[in-house]
């Protein structure tokens, strides 16, 4: 008997001064049976860095054709995919073909190895952008979560805080790579 994923509600205020973005969201999240606690509230804290109407949770660890997160437009293309975690750079590569733009939230024990191993090759993905979260955020987050969730997440200044139940988690990230603006088009 396969085992069912575990769902998560969460209400989510976003205060993102730095887009002007102020919205509510309430969240229903699919927690994969092979998913830990932490890998899931990276999935969250994603969602409330790059919070939008259209952003939505994809199939996650069930699917590799699909991002963790994603945002599609009006006609279906994606226009901005997201993935937590430590990707294949051949699917990054696979994902900056189908989409506007790709960002990874890298994360874990392994993450500082992991970027070495693959810089070279993500270097030349004009499209991507790579964070990475520190051990003592994303462990934060993970000893915080529960089956229903009240967060308020606040970024200012490239600053970000989210508070899980009214207790803050100053999050601690990386920039590895910036996203390279799109080549103008000739005439």
């Not at 769902?7 to 969240?27: G, T």
């Not at 259209?54 to 997201?82: H, M, P, V, Y």
Request: charged letters at 25%.
């Amino acid at each position: 008997m396969a085992l069912k994923s575990t769902i998560f509600k969460a209400e989510l205020e976003v205060s993102d001064f730095d887009r002007e973005y102020y919205r509510s969201h309430s969240l229903t999240i699919a927690r994969h049976p092979s998913e830990t606690d932490e890998r899931m509230m990276v999935r969250l804290l994603a969602f409330a860095l790059n919070a939008d109407d259209s952003l939505a949770f994809g199939a996650g660890l069930s699917s590799t054709e699909e991002a963790d997160l994603w945002r599609k437009d009006l006609t279906g293309a994606i226009a901005l995919w997201i993935d937590v975690g430590l990707p294949e750079a051949k699917l990054l590569r696979r994902a900056a073909g189908r989409a506007e733009a790709v960002s990874v939230y890298a994360f874990g024990r392994g993450a500082t190895a992991w970027w070495a191993q693959n810089r070279g090759v993500l270097d030349q993905v004009d499209k991507l952008a790579v964070q990475q979260i520190a051990p003592a955020t994303t462990q934060a987050l993970a000893a915080r979560a529960t089956r229903n969730m009240q967060l308020r997440c606040a970024v200012q200044d490239g600053e970000a805080t989210l508070w899980v139940d009214e207790e803050p988690v100053p999050i601690s990230r990386t920039e590895l790579k910036q996203r390279r603006p799109a080549a103008p088009h000739r005439r």
